[in-house]
């Protein structure tokens, strides 16, 4: 109740309310990760610090996310990937670039001639690229296409990585490029567990996912943005496209699941969460 008053006093009074940042997350523990469906995941860790990443429209018919973040990541400003209150200011119409913004990244630099500062919101909120402290985590964020044609057909998307739980996390967006910059090869080194888009038409497909990871090479795949019985906006390839090359598939009972770094081997494994909604796998 108090800490409900003092931050409907802080907005009131036109300030920020200082964010409080948790606890370091036990590496033992590792990292509870649940698939919302399409892009979106939330990730928390031990200490009950969670990440939202992506979240959807309506436009998505999976039921709407509804975690209580401490961070908010947005690759980038599309309809299925940035409907949260921050999320959204404008479109990225150009390469994403790091705002000039407090520790935070919670919104654009102070005294900006073009625009007035938005309202802060009870969230770290990291909509760019750069290196960002969100909730207590370093996020850094690099510029991807969201085409394979340089971004000029679809523009451009955030890649993020970050780590939390002992583990290192990337979230590759909506990449449409099949293979890697010399910054984002840098920016990916080291990665644990990837999620990666594998339904083409606005994205990679399922052999340009392959190629990313054969470059990323991390030790757990998620795959994301592909067709579902849910999702067929964009005639997405459904997921049985991207297993075929798939040697170790982990195929799950339901939306969330846990990961250890202890449970991880060299060889890279595959999570196949079941679509949110449904308890078991949805088979090929």
Same mark, same amino acid.
Request: net charge neutral; proline share 11%; with cysteine.
């Given at each position: 109740?108090?800490?409900? &008053?003092?931050?409907?006093?802080?907005?009131?009074?036109?300030?920020?309310?200082? +964010?409080?940042?948790?606890?370091?997350?036990?590496?033992?523990?590792?990292?509870?990760?649940?698939?919302?469906?399409?892009?979106?995941?939330?990730?928390?860790? =031990?200490?009950? *610090?969670?990440?939202?990443?992506?979240?959807?429209?309506? =436009? #998505?018919?999976?039921?709407?996310?509804?975690?209580?973040?401490?961070? +908010?990541?947005?690759?980038?400003?599309?309809?299925?990937?940035?409907?949260?209150?921050?999320?959204?200011?404008?479109?990225?119409?150009?390469?994403?670039?790091?705002?000039?913004?407090?520790?935070?990244?919670?919104?654009?630099?102070?005294?900006?001639?073009?625009? !007035?500062?938005?309202?802060?919101?009870?969230?770290? /909120?990291? &909509?760019?690229?750069?290196?960002?402290?969100?909730?207590? %985590?370093?996020?850094?964020?690099? =510029?991807?296409?969201?085409?394979?044609?340089?971004?000029? *057909?679809?523009?451009?998307?955030?890649?993020?990585?970050?780590?939390?739980?002992?583990?290192?996390?990337?979230?590759?967006?909506?990449?449409?490029?099949?293979? $890697?910059?010399?910054?984002?090869?840098?920016?990916?080194?080291?990665?644990?567990? $990837?999620? /990666?888009?594998?339904?083409?038409?606005?994205? #990679?497909?399922?052999?340009?996912?392959?190629?990313?990871?054969?470059?990323?090479?991390?030790?757990? /795949?998620?795959?994301?943005?592909?067709?579902?019985?849910?999702?067929?906006?964009?005639?997405?390839?459904?997921?049985?496209?991207?297993?075929?090359?798939?040697?170790?598939?982990?195929? $799950?009972?339901?939306?969330?699941? *846990? %990961? &250890?770094?202890?449970?991880?081997? =060299?060889?890279?494994?595959?999570? %196949?969460?079941?679509?949110?909604?449904?308890?078991?796998?949805?088979? !090929?």
């Amino acid at each position: 109740m108090k800490s409900a &008053r003092f931050l409907a006093l802080a907005l009131l009074a036109g300030c920020a309310p200082r +964010l409080f940042v948790k606890p370091p997350g036990d590496p033992a523990a590792g990292v509870l990760v649940r698939w919302w469906g399409h892009s979106c995941f939330s990730l928390t860790d =031990s200490a009950g *610090r969670t990440i939202l990443i992506d979240p959807f429209d309506d =436009s #998505v018919d999976y039921p709407a996310p509804t975690p209580r973040p401490d961070a +908010l990541l947005v690759t980038h400003a599309h309809f299925d990937h940035a409907n949260f209150p921050g999320a959204a200011p404008e479109p990225l119409l150009k390469p994403p670039t790091r705002e000039p913004d407090t520790e935070d990244s919670n919104g654009p630099g102070r005294g900006s001639p073009r625009r !007035p500062a938005p309202p802060r919101w009870p969230y770290a /909120v990291v &909509r760019t690229t750069g290196t960002h402290t969100a909730a207590g %985590v370093e996020v850094v964020g690099v =510029s991807a296409d969201h085409d394979d044609q340089g971004g000029r *057909r679809h523009g451009f998307t955030a890649v993020y990585v970050w780590g939390m739980g002992g583990l290192r996390f990337a979230h590759l967006g909506d990449i449409g490029q099949a293979s $890697l910059r010399p910054d984002q090869r840098a920016a990916l080194a080291g990665v644990d567990v $990837l999620f /990666v888009p594998v339904g083409g038409k606005t994205t #990679v497909d399922a052999a340009g996912a392959w190629a990313l990871i054969k470059e990323i090479a991390p030790r757990a /795949v998620v795959p994301m943005h592909y067709g579902t019985a849910r999702v067929r906006f964009f005639e997405f390839e459904p997921i049985h496209v991207f297993l075929r090359d798939a040697p170790n598939v982990r195929w $799950l009972d339901g939306d969330t699941f *846990r %990961v &250890r770094r202890d449970d991880l081997t =060299s060889d890279t494994a595959v999570y %196949v969460p079941a679509p949110p909604g449904t308890v078991k796998k949805e088979a !090929p």
